[in-house]
């Protein structure tokens, strides 16, 4: 049965620090589903093209995409 991988974050913020024992199934279900990503060569590629597009840029302007893309405050 595939569960939705908001299944296991919910499952933990519910069961705290026994988390690791009662969300055993929610956490294969998210595993099942990380694996078919990372084993998806189009999901691959288009992970590999956005970090060369991020690495570009950074390589231009110096400034992380993080930084760039927060607002400028701008003064009056």
Not at 44 to 51: A, D, H, N, S, W
Not at 52 to 59: P, S
Not at 65 to 74: A, F, G, I, N
């Amino acid at each position: 049965m595939a569960l939705d991988p908001a299944d296991f974050t919910k499952c933990c913020k519910n069961s705290g620090v026994l988390m690791v024992v009662k969300c055993q199934k929610e956490n294969s279900a998210l595993k099942e589903c990380l694996t078919a990503y990372y084993n998806d060569p189009a999901f691959y590629e288009e992970c590999k093209m956005e970090y060369l597009k991020e690495r570009e840029e950074f390589r231009k302007t110096g400034i992380p995409t993080k930084k760039r893309l927060q607002r400028v405050p701008t003064s009056m």
